[in-house]
C-alpha cells in the first residue's frame, strides 16, 4: 500500500537545478514537507496537476527556467504566481509561499516591490 504524505508537491520538466534547490530550501523553511516529481509538459499544466494532486493542494510547476505555483481551488493557468527566469531570492519566496499559503500565512515578497 502507497501511503502519499501530506506535502508540496513539484513537477519539473528540466528543471533548473539551483531553481529547484532554491524552491526546495523556501519550502522546508516553513516546515512544510515537499516531493519533486520529474514530469513532461507545460509550464501551466504542471503547476496545476501538481496542485490537484497534492494533499494540502498547493503546487509547483518548473519548467526549465520557468516556475509557477498554484493552489486546487484555482483553475488551469490561473496561477497564483508566475516567474521566467527569476533570481535565487524569488525561487525561494515561491517555494515559501507554496508552504504558507497551506498554513495561511500572509505571503512574501516575489516581485521585489511591495509585501503581499
Known amino acids: 500500500m502507497v501511503v502519499n504524505k501530506p506535502s508540496v508537491l513539484?513537477?519539473?520538466d528540466h528543471a533548473d537545478e539551483d531553481y529547484?534547490?532554491?524552491v526546495c530550501a523556501g519550502i522546508e523553511e516553513e516546515g512544510v514537507l515537499y516531493e519533486v516529481i520529474?514530469?513532461?509538459g507545460e509550464l501551466d499544466e504542471l503547476a496545476y496537476?501538481?496542485?490537484e494532486e497534492s494533499m494540502l493542494g498547493s503546487g509547483i510547476g518548473i519548467c526549465q527556467r520557468r516556475l509557477a505555483m498554484q493552489m486546487r481551488q484555482l483553475p488551469k493557468?490561473?496561477?497564483v504566481f508566475e516567474l521566467n527566469q527569476p533570481m535565487f531570492w524569488q525561487c525561494?519566496?515561491?517555494g515559501a509561499n507554496?508552504?504558507?499559503a497551506v498554513k495561511k500565512m500572509p505571503f512574501k515578497d516575489?516581485?521585489?516591490d511591495e509585501q503581499l
Open 10 to 12: 513539484i513537477y519539473a
Open 20 to 22: 529547484l534547490k532554491e
Open 38 to 40: 520529474p514530469a513532461q
Open 49 to 51: 496537476r501538481a496542485a
Open 77 to 79: 493557468g490561473r496561477n
Open 92 to 94: 525561494r519566496a515561491l
Open 98 to 100: 507554496s508552504a504558507r
Open 110 to 112: 516575489i516581485y521585489g
